[in-house]
């Protein structure tokens, strides 16, 4: 694989660069996500039952939004230690093959350290479920420590789901371009939310 030339921005600048929005060194610091992001996600592939994955770059709108809304609630969250800014997602016919994956996937990940889970799907002693808006899905965060250098401290975020789940969330997604809303936010209408709540549901 052909990798593209990293950026050479310390943390420090890369922290200042997203409270200063500035955009030439936050698209720089998500591109720095890319190749990485190829190696992990043909890695995931190797598994046969995933139905289709993707991998994608937080738009630059999108960290600015996170990081002013983490400054508002007084717990400002750093560009550098920002762990969703890169995001691979697998989607699969159920919940058992998420789970034969996610043993799968453990012992091939041997460049990337998990560092958190978030369970959106498990009710048993989850303190987790329901969350707030319904979403269901499981995200593990990973930080890459492998041998090269230049992606050290990067983070990616793997998110799993069924596919009655991925259309749960893409129709989540297009109402809220539809209507200008914040459903991600929690400014949920109260129609919206009393609809996907019950899909969610149903589909569990």
């Known amino acids: ?55 994608r770059l937080k738009r630059t709108p999108s960290i600015i939004k996170k990081i002013e809304r983490s400054r508002r609630n007084r717990n400002t969250i750093r560009l550098s230690a920002m762990q969703d800014v890169c995001g691979c997602r697998c989607v699969f016919e159920t919940i058992n093959d998420i789970k034969l994956f996610m043993k799968h996937i453990k012992w091939k990940l041997k460049d990337f350290k998990q560092k958190s889970i978030y369970n959106y799907i498990d009710r048993k002693n989850n303190p987790k479920w329901p969350k707030t808006d319904w979403y269901r899905g499981i995200h593990i965060i990973y930080e890459y420590v492998g041998s090269n250098e230049n992606w050290r401290w990067l983070f990616i975020e793997l998110q ?45």
Do not use: P
């Not at 052909?2 to 922290?15: P, V």
């Not at 409270?19 to 190696?39: A, G, T």
């Open 1 to 55: 694989m052909n990798y593209r030339k990293l950026s050479k921005y310390n943390k420090s600048q890369i922290d200042r660069a997203g409270l200063q929005w500035d955009l030439n060194i936050i698209n720089e610091f998500r591109y720095d996500h890319e190749d990485m992001s190829k190696e992990f996600l043909l890695i995931c592939s190797d598994f046969e039952d995933i139905l289709f994955s993707a991998r």
């Open 160 to 204: 799993l789901r069924t596919i009655l789940q991925h259309y749960w969330a893409t129709a989540v997604e297009m109402i809220d371009l539809m209507q200008e809303s914040k459903i991600k936010e929690g400014e949920w209408k109260e129609l919206f939310r009393d609809f996907f709540k019950r899909a969610s549901i149903v589909f569990e």
